[in-house]
T-cell receptor
């Protein structure tokens, strides 16, 4: 099993550009989530999904969209990148349909917005 | 939503000493409390977790305690080693997980 795979690993964008961060898991996990990690602020929940076709907002959803068309994939879209979105983004998945199970994290995407 | 506070933000100990990290949470409905270790440039990895129906759990040198009445939980690391140096995050979940801001632990040889 590859676990949780995130692509790309690094990305530099210009302000106003859009892009999609990819996340895929091969563990048949129902629950998937996106976090951003900024220095001194821990991991903040952006969006999460309890199963295919179902998504919901976390703590810091503004500026981001998600969709969950399959169990395996949970892409995160930046609509119009802003410097405040410079961060490390982690995707995670867990068994069961809720987030109160051990979360498996991907390696992260390091995103810089100029 | 759930709010998790974590203290201290930095902790430095001598090798062989114990380290304690404390977290408080706001939502009494939270029922799952994991701890993650993150080494520099790596992904967070689960080291121990506890559920609301348990007061204490131990795994070798690591233990977690939970006080539901006071809404706080703690991570205890005994006989610390240099390889324990990392950032540690607590989290609490009612169904979606919220994390503390992290504690940078340094173990000096």
């Amino acid at each position: 099993n590859a676990g949780v795979t995130q692509t790309p690993k690094f990305q530099v964008l210009k302000t106003g550009q859009s892009m999609t961060l990819q996340c895929a898991q091969d563990m048949n996990h129902e629950y998937m989530s996106w976090y951003r990690q900024d220095p001194g602020m821990g991991l903040r929940l952006i969006h999460y999904s309890v199963g295919a076709g179902i998504t919901d907002q976390g703590e810091v959803p503004n500026g981001y969209n998600v969709s969950r068309s399959t169990t395996e994939d949970f892409p995160l879209r930046l609509l119009s990148a802003a410097p405040s979105q410079t961060s490390v983004y982690f995707c995670a998945s867990s068994a069961g349909g809720v987030g109160n199970q051990p979360q498996h994290f991907g390696d992260g995407t390091r995103l810089s917005i100029l | 939503g759930e709010n998790v506070e974590q203290h201290p933000s930095t902790l430095s100990v001598q090798e062989g000493d114990s380290a304690v990290i404390k977290c408080t949470y706001s939502d009494s409905a939270s029922n799952y409390f994991p701890w993650y270790k993150q080494e520099l440039g790596k992904r967070p990895q689960l080291i121990i977790d506890i559920r609301s129906n348990v007061g204490e759990k131990k795994d070798q040198r690591i233990a977690v305690t939970l006080n539901k009445t006071a809404k706080h939980f703690s991570l205890h690391i005994t006989e610390t080693q240099p390889e324990d140096s990392a950032v540690y995050f607590c989290a609490a979940s009612t169904g979606d997980m919220r994390f503390g801001a992290g504690t940078r632990l340094t173990v000096k040889p």
